[in-house]
């Protein structure tokens, strides 16, 4: 069974336009055990998602060439079990609306002097995806015995 127990598990890719915030989240980020991958440019994402095992991702919002809304609807329609936290800058009711109608776990805003709460929701987020490992793992088994139960009453 897959778990998501070890730090090398606990990738996070985070993407933002701010290069200066993507190092402070970085450097805060993987002091917490996470192994993070910073993509200053969004339209690099998808790519990074094809090409690894990432299941977390955090978004900026308001970047130049790809917003981070439409960005967070690409990697939905891609794969919806990609967890998403959104951080802007742009403190509003609709863009936290917009956001979590869009499928991300948490909106966060910038700046922001405490991590905590961040830290908390990848946390939680990791555990969400855990159970879809578990779940898709049962799953698996199930039908594999389902097909071992068939062969053998033929």
């Known amino acids: 069974m897959t778990t998501i127990s070890s730090s090398s598990d606990k990738q996070v890719l985070h993407v933002d336009d701010d290069d200066v915030f993507l190092?402070?989240?970085?450097h805060r980020l993987t002091?917490?055990?996470?192994?993070?991958?910073?993509l200053v440019r969004p339209e690099q994402a998808l790519k990074h998602l094809l090409n690894s095992n990432c299941r977390v991702c955090i978004l900026d919002i308001d970047m130049p060439r790809v917003n981070?809304?439409?960005?967070?609807?690409?990697?939905?329609?891609?794969?919806?079990?990609?967890q998403v936290i959104m951080m802007t800058g742009l403190v509003s009711q609709m863009t936290v609306l917009e956001s979590l109608r869009g499928g991300a776990?948490?909106?966060?805003?910038?700046?922001m002097p405490d991590f905590t709460p961040l830290m908390e929701t990848l946390d939680a987020t990791f555990v969400k995806v855990e159970r879809w490992w578990r779940c898709l793992h049962e799953l698996k088994n199930r039908r594999a015995s389902e097909l071992n139960t068939a062969g053998s009453s033929q």
């Open 68 to 82: 981070g809304l439409d960005l967070l609807q690409e990697i939905k329609a891609y794969d919806g079990g990609i």
């Open 23 to 26: 190092k402070i989240a970085n």
């Open 105 to 111: 776990e948490a909106c966060f805003f910038k700046p």
């Open 31 to 38: 002091k917490e055990g996470y192994q993070v991958t910073s």
